[in-house]
Each structure stands twice: as C-alpha cells, then as structure tokens.
Nanobody, 124 residues
Framework: EVHLMESGGGTVQAGGSLRLSCAAP????????VGWFRRAPGKEREGVAV???????IYADSVKGRFTLSKDYEDNTLYLQMTSLKPEDTAMYYC??????????????????WGQGTQVTVSS
C-alpha cells in the first residue's frame, strides 16, 4: 500500500503561483504512475496532470502552459508548479498513484492510492 501526503496549498491572488508537493513517507518508491487531480465545490474530481505508464506527462487542457508536473526520484516526491493561477483553479487538490494505469490517464478510476488533499484558493 502507498500512503500519500500532499502539502503546499494556500490562498493566493489571481496571477500568483503555488507549488504543491506529494510525498510517500515510508515508501521506497512513490509509484510509477502518479498525478494530480482536483475537485472544485459542486464539481466532479478531474485530472490535472499525470505521468502515465510510458513516462509521458499529460495535462488537462485547462492547465496547459500554466502548470508543470515533476517527479523527484531522489526524494521520492511529486511536485505541481502552478503559475498564472485563476479563480477557477480553486479546488481541493489530490495526489494519486498506482503501479500502472487502470483506465485512461486523467480518469480518477485509473488510480488506487490517494492522498487526503490540500486546498488551493485563488482570489480575484
């Protein structure tokens, strides 16, 4: 089992930046397929950025050019650098992981392990 722990959320003004982190304390390897999802109030959880089975990084159209996903293999941590934040980016952000994808990369059903989430609020 993989335990995931997110951090780095907060409140920023529109146009600002935040960096989210996802660690897997106690695990030697965070998992091959990892990614970030988010759930805005009243909406379904949606994929934001993921690394798939073929090591490709896939972004949702809504964040392309603004968010950057990276994985540090030395400290076993996944990062999401978010820039040019918009009020519509306000959501609870979750880290997800699995040894391989169980469905399409940006689908939450592809992943078995989830963190508790970190809140991101972007004010206008």
């Amino acid at each position: 089992e993989v335990h995931l722990m997110e951090s780095g959320g907060g409140t920023v003004q529109a146009g600002g930046s935040l960096r989210l982190s996802c660690a897997a304390p106690g695990n030697t390897y965070i998992s091959h397929c990892v990614g970030w999802f988010r759930r805005a109030p009243g909406k379904e959880r949606e994929g934001v950025a993921v690394i798939d089975d073929d090591y490709r990084t896939i972004y949702a159209d809504s964040v392309k050019g603004r968010f950057t996903l990276s994985k540090d293999y030395e400290d076993n941590t996944l990062y999401l650098q978010m820039t040019s934040l918009k009020p519509e980016d306000t959501a609870m952000y979750y880290c997800a992981a699995d040894s391989h994808l169980r469905s399409s990369p940006l689908s939450e059903s592809a992943y078995t392990y989830w963190g508790q989430g970190t809140q991101v609020t972007v004010s206008s």
